[in-house]
């Protein structure tokens, strides 16, 4: 698989989902800014017919000769999506025509001519089978029941399904960063980080432990900030975090452990989806955290399960709808998060840590962490991979 994560690939699920205007739309954001190359693929099966579209089509991809081909837009002036790219800002357009099974070959010959680090919107499903991109974005007419076979194949790795209905999307291009290694999305949530604990068993305050230089709960907050609206600390004293300059939330009531937490956090945000972790994890999954909330659009909760009996309550997704519940629960002396999980609609996802994982309770785990930390690093600065 090839990456780039300098890429944006814009994916659809059919026809009139305001593709290309979404693709323009972060053209006219960006192009201002620095070279921006559009680029259009569109994928031919001869086994399935020569128009993707269905039909005789337009004679477009029945010219094709060979594997591939690669055409640059010059005009500014016609209806083509090509063209409306270039209008609205792109350095360079390219069109690419390609058979299905050689959409690597087609690919690597497109890469050769784009700069090595170009940043650069893709309008394209199938060639999501062979590039691993900065971001996928899936849009989806919310009018259209049936996936087109091509988008179908990739859909799973979209980094967010987008609705379009009534001319308009449910989630904005300007959510839609470009940070210096590539895009990102910033979701319309919040991220809680639950610092309230006793941290009894490490010993010391485990959120001020250094990681790579800085506080632990600073080296959480920098990896979600970009990413959500705001940032709430869940803590009972606000003067050891006023150096984070976010807003700090102490429990309604003390000494009633981390639902308390929760439900105080979840009464002082100001979103309704609410991705909350505890502050002993040192490394945040993002693809995880998006692909849950994306997940939580018809659920209370996201919550993932490792084992089938591991669940992860300090690592999940929270809607605020639910504090009703949770305050229900605690003014019936519960204390566990599993108690609220009885009386809302709960999602359980599995999910395979791959070593990211770690939970620091004991000294023990915290220098083990630093300890493969720094031969990560290690590993970086001579050029293996890690």
């Known amino acids: 698989m090839i990456k780039r994560t300098r890429?944006?690939?814009?994916?659809?699920?059919?026809?009139?989902?305001?593709?290309?205007?979404?693709?323009?739309?972060?053209?006219?954001?960006?192009?201002?800014?620095?070279?921006?190359?559009?680029?259009?693929?569109v994928t031919i099966d001869p086994d399935r017919g020569a128009c993707p579209r269905g039909g005789e089509g337009c004679g477009v991809c029945?010219?094709?000769?060979?594997?591939?081909?690669?055409?640059?837009?010059?005009?500014?002036?016609?209806?083509?999506?090509?063209?409306?790219?270039?209008?609205?800002g792109a350095h360079k357009v390219y069109f690419l025509k390609v058979r299905y099974d050689r959409l690597e070959k087609g690919l690597r010959a497109l890469l050769a001519i784009l700069p090595e680090k170009a940043l650069t919107v893709c309008e394209s499903n199938s060639i999501?089978?062979?590039?691993?991109?900065?971001?996928?974005?899936?849009i989806k007419n919310k009018e259209e029941k049936q996936v087109k076979e091509s988008c179908a194949e990739v859909i799973r790795y979209a980094n967010k399904v987008i609705d379009f209905h009534n001319m308009q999307w449910n989630f904005s291009p300007d959510r839609v960063l470009m940070q210096k290694n590539g895009w990102i999305i910033r979701e319309n949530a919040t991220a809680i980080i639950l610092a309230g604990g006793k941290s009894?068993?490490?010993?010391?305050?485990?959120?001020?432990?250094?990681?790579?230089?800085?506080p632990m709960i600073a080296h959480?907050?920098?990896?979600?900030?970009?990413?959500?609206?705001?940032?709430?600390?869940?803590?009972?004293?606000?003067?050891?975090?006023?150096?984070?300059?976010?807003a700090i939330v102490p429990d309604v009531e003390k000494n009633r452990g981390p639902l308390m937490g929760i439900y105080s956090c979840l009464m002082a945000s100001n979103s309704e989806v609410n991705f909350i972790t505890a502050c002993d994890i040192p490394e945040m999954n993002l693809r995880l955290i998006q692909n849950m909330i994306n997940l939580s659009r018809d659920t209370d909760i996201v919550m993932p399960i490792k084992d089938e009996d591991?669940?992860?309550?300090?690592?999940?997704?929270?809607?605020k709808s639910i504090a009703g519940k949770a305050e229900w629960v605690l003014n019936n002396n519960g204390k566990r998060i599993i108690e609220l999980l009885d009386h809302v609609r709960v999602k359980l996802?599995?999910?395979?840590?791959?070593?990211?994982?770690?939970?620091?309770?004991?000294?023990?785990?915290?220098?083990?962490?630093?300890?493969?930390?720094?031969?990560?690093?290690?590993?970086?600065?001579?050029?293996?991979?890690?």
């Open 7 to 41: 890429f944006i690939i814009l994916g659809s699920t059919g026809r009139n989902t305001g593709k290309t205007e979404f693709a323009c739309r972060l053209i006219e954001k960006y192009g201002k800014e620095q070279q921006l190359y559009g680029v259009k693929v």
């Open 200 to 214: 009894s068993r490490m010993g010391v305050d485990k959120s001020l432990l250094s990681v790579n230089g800085k």
């Open 349 to 386: 996802i599995a999910f395979n840590d791959t070593g990211w994982y770690q939970n620091l309770n004991l000294k023990d785990d915290y220098y083990t962490y630093v300890k493969k930390s720094k031969l990560r690093k290690c590993h970086r600065a001579q050029g293996a991979i890690c």
């Open 220 to 246: 959480i907050v920098r990896q979600l900030e970009d990413h959500f609206d705001e940032v709430i600390i869940s803590a009972n004293d606000p003067g050891k975090y006023a150096f984070l300059k976010r």
């Open 62 to 88: 029945t010219s094709l000769q060979g594997d591939y081909e690669i055409s640059e837009e010059t005009r500014h002036d016609t209806d083509k999506d090509t063209s409306r790219m270039l209008r609205a």
């Open 310 to 319: 591991r669940h992860e309550p300090l690592y999940a997704i929270y809607r």
């Open 128 to 138: 999501r089978k062979v590039i691993e991109p900065g971001l996928f974005l899936v």
